[in-house]
T-cell receptor, first 110, second 115 residues
Framework: GENVEQHPSTLSVQEGDSAVIKCTYS??????FPWYKQELGKGPQLIID?????GEKKDQRIAVTLNKTAKHFSLHITETQPEDSAVYFC?????????FGAGTRLTVKP | GAGVSQSPSNKVTEKGKDVELRCDPI?????LYWYRQSLGQGLEFLIY????????KSGLPSDRFSAERTGGSVSTLTIQRTQQEDSAVYLC?????????????FGNGTRLTVT
C-alpha cells in the first residue's frame, strides 16, 4: 500500500519568512495530493490540493509543487503570518485509499 | 452551512468498557471516512463508506472495532473492550462523491481517553 513520509516534523520561522514542507510517496498510481491544516482542537481543513496531471498550483500565499518522477510534493507558504501556525498534513490518494503524512507543526514567530 | 458533526467531543472510559462514537456527515454527502489520530501522529485510516456499497474495513486494527452507517447518513464507530492504546482522537470525514472530485470535510473529532 501507499506510504507517505513528511518532513520536517517541526518548523519554526519568523513572521514574513517562507515555509516549505516536503512529502514523498511510494505508490506511483497515486493521483491526488491534498494538504490539510489542523488547528488545536479542530479537524483538518483542506487548504490546497493538486492532481497528478499538474506540476504546480498556487492560491495566494500558498503553493504546491509535484514531481511525479521523483514521487515527491511540497507545500510552500510565503509571507508567513502568526495565524499560519498549525499542524500541516500532506496526503496521497489512489482508488479510495487516502494516506496521510505524520504532520508538520509550523510555528510562526511574530 | 453545517459541517461534519461528531459527538461526543470528549469521552473518558475505563479499560474494558465499550464506547460508541457518532458522526453526522454533511447532508447529501455519500462518502464517509473514519480516521484515528494518535498523539503527534498522522491520520490512520480505519473504514470507508460509499453510498450503498460494502464498506472498506481494511483499516480497522482489530475485531474490537466496528462501524455502521445507517440510512446512508449517520455513522457510529464502536470500540468494544477498550484498551489504553485505543486512546486517540477519532476523526470522521465526508465528501459529496468519490475523491478526488469531491474534497474531504473533517469533523472536529472525538478525543477518547481510556483509563
Amino acid at each position: 500500500g501507499e506510504n507517505v513520509e513528511q518532513h520536517p516534523s517541526t518548523l519554526s520561522v519568523q513572521e514574513g519568512d517562507s515555509a516549505v514542507i516536503k512529502c514523498t510517496y511510494s505508490d506511483s498510481a497515486s493521483n491526488y495530493f491534498p494538504w490539510y491544516k489542523q488547528e488545536l482542537g479542530k479537524g483538518p481543513q483542506l487548504i490546497i490540493d493538486i492532481r497528478s496531471n499538474v506540476g504546480e498550483k498556487k492560491d495566494q500565499r500558498i503553493a504546491v509543487t509535484l514531481n511525479k518522477t521523483a514521487k515527491h510534493f511540497s507545500l510552500h507558504i510565503t509571507e508567513t503570518q502568526p495565524e499560519d501556525s498549525a499542524v500541516y498534513f500532506c496526503a496521497a490518494y489512489n482508488n479510495n485509499d487516502m494516506r496521510f503524512g505524520a504532520g508538520t507543526r509550523l510555528t510562526v514567530k511574530p | 452551512g453545517a459541517g461534519v458533526s461528531q459527538s461526543p467531543s470528549n469521552k473518558v472510559t475505563e479499560k474494558g468498557k465499550d464506547v460508541e462514537l457518532r458522526c453526522d456527515p454533511i447532508s447529501g454527502h455519500t462518502a464517509l471516512y473514519w480516521y484515528r489520530q494518535s498523539l503527534g501522529q498522522g491520520l490512520e485510516f480505519l473504514i470507508y463508506f460509499q453510498g450503498n456499497s460494502a464498506p472498506d474495513k481494511s483499516g480497522l486494527p482489530s475485531d474490537r472495532f466496528s462501524a455502521e452507517r445507517t440510512g446512508g447518513s449517520v455513522s457510529t464507530l464502536t470500540i468494544q473492550r477498550t484498551q489504553q492504546e485505543d486512546s486517540a482522537v477519532y476523526l470522521c470525514a465526508s465528501s459529496r462523491g468519490a475523491l478526488p472530485d469531491s474534497p474531504l470535510h473533517f469533523g472536529n473529532g472525538t478525543r477518547l481517553t481510556v483509563t
